[in-house]
């Protein structure tokens, strides 16, 4: 009789060769898995769910704060990039402001001599026709002026009336000054301001590298039209020479 022990139902057989139990050093839980899963988890070539993709599927992500500040900040080329076109409809006739840096237009074409009536009291400037001009020769509000095209560096497009030589061809410290500024802000940045000491205006130049202005795609002739567009004295009967002459 064969003296070596007979495994009871159920018992694995002991110390086979090249053995331990099951075929290979397997467990049950790898037989049970099956021969076609890898042992980095993912499925094999019968098509079997990855079990790592299959716990990641279950991560709920975060949900956007819809009150975060970063998302709701405006851009500095904000209205660039929703192709907003900025629309001018004022334009005022002014010297600068002494706090302002501005540039004028370097093109002659944006400049123009012509005549002005102008009412200090009321900060206005009114426009004269041609027709009028030697009627109005002896008008002490009457006067010659170049009006230059201008900008500062909000951006704000304006007029600068610099007063020209009379009919002896004299001018003044003031406007000879007012005239080199204007001349000097074709291609820098310039800063002009009153000296009543000295009697003209003096002019300072921005130090800074600063970015060249962005003037708006405006014919010339458009900007004297909205300039003076409630302006222009075209006829003697208009109410500002109605109230030179005290008409009214």
Known sequence: M?????????????????????????????????????ANGQAGSDGRIDGLAMA???????EADPFDLASLRLSQDFASA????????????KKPSKEWFVRTHPDPAYWLQTAVVELKEDRETYLVAPGLWPE????????????VTAINRQGVLFLWPIRLPGAGGKIDDWSRSAMDAADEAKSRWVRV????????YEL??????????????????????????????SEWKHPVLRRLRGEV
């Open 204 to 233: 300072a130049v921005a130090p800074a590298q600063l970015p060249e202005p962005e003037w708006p795609g405006i014919a010339f002739q458009e900007i004297i039209k909205i300039a003076f567009r409630d302006k222009m004295i």
């Open 82 to 93: 929703v192709g907003v076109k900025k629309l001018v409809t004022t334009i005022p006739v």
């Open 136 to 147: 109005l020769s002896s008008e002490p509000t009457f006067s010659p002026r170049l009006l």
């Open 56 to 62: 990641g599927a279950n991560v709920t992500k975060p």
């Open 193 to 200: 301001s009153a000296n009543m000491s000295l009697g003209a």
């Open 2 to 38: 064969n003296s070596s022990k007979r495994p009871q139902c159920g018992e694995s057989p002991d110390n086979l060769p090249g053995q331990d139990g099951l075929p290979f050093g397997q467990d049950v839980a790898d037989v049970q898995a099956g021969p076609d899963v890898q």
